[in-house]
């Protein structure tokens, strides 16, 4: 493209072609699936043929999927970084998704696992946790959209306070432990944000 | 009334360049040259006018031992590219 003058109806033209020419393009390559895909079904189809055949154990495949499909992640991660030529206002939404997935995913299942370590009454599973934890993503995703700070540690927090609830038995103390994680994660960050756009009112 | 239209969008490269920082939240040069078919050398000049001016970001780093170049569009810039089309389309409506 030389340095030419242009008509008003070609720089529209121009602008209305690059734009579409940007969104057009995405790097998804399906690999994310992919490695996922195989992780989740040899842990499902192997748990199965575990069970049938009456292998040792049931859930070894299940504890071997998480930290392998984890690396497998990392590592396809830092490879698109390397590799990406462009980053789509969507797709920095879909990756950033795509972590507050993962951490919700990873606190229930730690939470899961820190509450069958420590109950004297497996078949009783207390549920507030999970509750937490999905607060957690969700004020996480508004958080990283909005690049606001105390949202995305109140996130962080929600998530924390989530696993630490399926240490606790005593709900009560359940209670007190989702009072201050809604307090510093939802309360400040709301007022935060108020102050914030009464400022720019003014 | 009719403004100038800003000179410094006003040419094809400069203004394909903008188009596309518009849409992305940041771009490597490469993807950048690909998309407007641009020399290597003709890209490098009008960026760094676009810099110049304050439109854009550059940033240079090297990622496994090669350099790169990412572009990311300013608030400026994004400001001045609205008033771009703004002013286009006062243009564009007179002469219906």
């Known amino acids: 493209m030389a340095e030419k003058k242009m008509s008003e109806s070609e720089s529209l033209e121009l602008i209305q072609n690059m734009i579409q020419t940007a969104r057009d393009e995405h790097n998804d390559n399906g690999l994310g699936w992919r490695v996922w895909g195989w992780v989740l079904f040899v842990a499902s189809f192997g748990t199965y043929l575990s069970m049938e055949f009456r292998w040792k154990g ?50 229930m299942i730690a939470g ?35 690049k606001f700070r105390p949202l995305i540690i109140g996130a962080v927090l929600n998530w924390l306070a989530g696993i630490l609830m399926f240490r606790v038995s005593d ?32 | ?26 771009a490597e040069f490469t993807f950048i040259r690909e998309k407007t078919n641009a020399t290597a050398g003709n890209l490098s000049v009008q960026l760094n006018k676009l810099k110049d001016a304050g439109y854009i970001d550059i940033i240079k780093q090297f990622r496994d031992n090669y350099p790169q170049t990412i572009c990311k569009i300013t608030p400026t810039g994004i400001k001045a590219f609205e008033e771009y089309v703004a002013n286009l389309q006062t243009y564009l409506k007179a002469g219906q």
Do not use: C
Request: net charge positive; no cysteine.
């Open chain 1, 112 to 146: 899961i696992n820190i509450y069958f370590a420590y109950t004297t009454d497996p078949g009783d599973i207390d549920f507030w946790g999970f509750f937490y934890i999905l607060y957690a993503f969700w004020m996480y995703i508004h958080g990283s959209a909005l």
């Open chain 1, 58 to 107: 049931s859930y070894w495949l299940w504890n071997l999927a998480l930290p392998v499909g984890i690396v497998l992640m990392v590592l396809s991660a830092l490879r698109k970084r390397t590799h990406k030529k462009n980053l789509t206002y969507a797709q920095d939404l879909l990756d950033r998704i795509g972590i507050g997935f993962f951490a919700s995913l990873l606190s």
């Open chain 2, 1 to 26: 009334m009719f403004k100038e239209l800003d000179p410094i969008l006003h040419t094809p490269l400069r203004l394909a360049v903008v188009s596309l920082l518009i849409s992305v939240r940041e």
């Open chain 1, 171 to 202: 709900m009560k103390y359940e209670m007190l432990i989702g009072a201050i994680a809604i307090l510093l994660g939802y309360l400040v960050p709301g007022y935060l944000l108020f102050l914030q756009s009464k400022k720019r009112r003014s």
